[in-house]
C-alpha cells in the first residue's frame, strides 16, 4: 500500500544535470521528511540530501552546491536536481520517508561517464 517510486535517472557526462523525482503513495506526504540516498558499488548507502516537512534541507558535504533537494506537497513528490555531476556521483539512488521503518523504493540508476 506505501509506496515510493524514483525516476529520472540515466547517463549523464561529467558536469551534467540530472533531475530525479520520488513520488509517494499511501501516506499523508506532508507530514513526513524526506530524504534522498545512494549507494555506489562496494559501497554502504549513504544519506546525501534530506528535507523537512516544513522545507529545511541538508546535505552531505561532497553534494553540498550542487545539488538541491525540494518538495512538492500537492504532488507527493520530491525532488533532486543534481548539477555539476562528477564520477563519484555514481549509484543508485533510492528516496526514503522518515519515521515509517524501513520504506525505499526500487531506486534509480544514475552513472556519471565521459
Known amino acids: 500500500q506505501v509506496q515510493l517510486v524514483e525516476s529520472g535517472g540515466g547517463l549523464v557526462q561529467p558536469g551534467g544535470s540530472l533531475r530525479l523525482s520520488c513520488t509517494a503513495s499511501g501516506i499523508i506526504f506532508r507530514s513526513y521528511a524526506m530524504g534522498w540516498y545512494r549507494q555506489a558499488p562496494g559501497k554502504q548507502r549513504e544519506l546525501v540530501a534530506r528535507i523537512s516537512s516544513g522545507g529545511v534541507t541538508n546535505y552531505e558535504d561532497s553534494v553540498k552546491g550542487r545539488f538541491t533537494i525540494s518538495r512538492d506537497n500537492a504532488k507527493s513528490t520530491v525532488y533532486l536536481q543534481m548539477n555539476s555531476l562528477k564520477f563519484e556521483d555514481t549509484a543508485v539512488y533510492y528516496c526514503?520517508?522518515?519515521?515509517?521503518?524501513?520504506?525505499w523504493g526500487q531506486g534509480t540508476q544514475v552513472t556519471v561517464s565521459s
Open positions: 526514503t520517508a522518515e519515521g515509517i521503518g524501513n520504506l
